[in-house]
């Protein structure tokens, strides 16, 4: 281990002692889909998106990390996902879908545009109502949002509905019928 990575360590884990585990704030995240034209088989992203406006940011304040599960009905299969490039990732360290790092801080406040803490891609399997979600635990020192400012660690919670469709049939396959059919027809006339 590096003597840069043992220090992140290091100020992720003060900041985490430095913030209490309850928080009653509300979500302050919104999932954004890359599409919500989703046919079985197709792949998407969804965006986890941090809005201080939802966060009840008003006056400056540093976040220094976040960390949250994520969880997807069994229509979704995750193929992969990422911690935006402005944090570190520290997701497979503390075992969670998504943790990350900021080092140096990130300033916010309440007129801080949005921007992404995690990308999760999943692909489409089976037709149907499917449920993507990222929740925290406050009482796991590593979920939630981590501001300098503030003694309570922000609670990161949301839930998105997608309708999965299946898959149209092309065109091209009833004009293949349509043809079948005629040439049927056109023998039982002979």
Do not use: C, Y
Not at 5 to 21: D, N, P, Q, R
């Amino acid at each position: 281990m590096t003597m840069k990575t043992a220090l992140k360590i290091l100020a992720f884990t003060s900041a985490l002692f430095l913030s209490a585990i309850n928080s009653s704030a509300a979500s302050t995240v919104v999932l954004t889909p890359s599409t919500t034209n989703i046919n079985v088989g197709d792949s998407f992203t969804v965006d986890v998106i941090f809005s201080s406006a939802l966060a009840g940011i008003t006056s400056p304040d540093e976040l220094l990390a976040f960390g949250f599960n994520a969880g997807a009905t069994s229509q979704l299969a995750l193929i992969g996902s990422s911690v935006a490039s402005i944090f570190d990732d520290t997701s497979a360290l503390l075992g969670l879908s998504a943790a990350g790092l900021a080092f140096p801080s990130i300033s916010v406040d309440g007129s801080t545009p949005d921007f992404v803490l995690a990308s999760f891609t999943f692909q489409a399997l089976t037709a149907g109502l499917a449920n993507f979600s990222v929740s925290t635990d406050l009482t796991d020192l590593n979920q939630g949002l981590f501001f300098a400012g503030l003694d309570d660690a922000i609670a990161i919670n949301g839930s998105l509905d997608l309708t999965v469709a299946a898959v149209p049939v092309p065109a091209a396959v009833w004009l293949f019928l349509s043809g079948v059919g005629a040439l049927r027809l056109h023998r039982k006339t002979r």
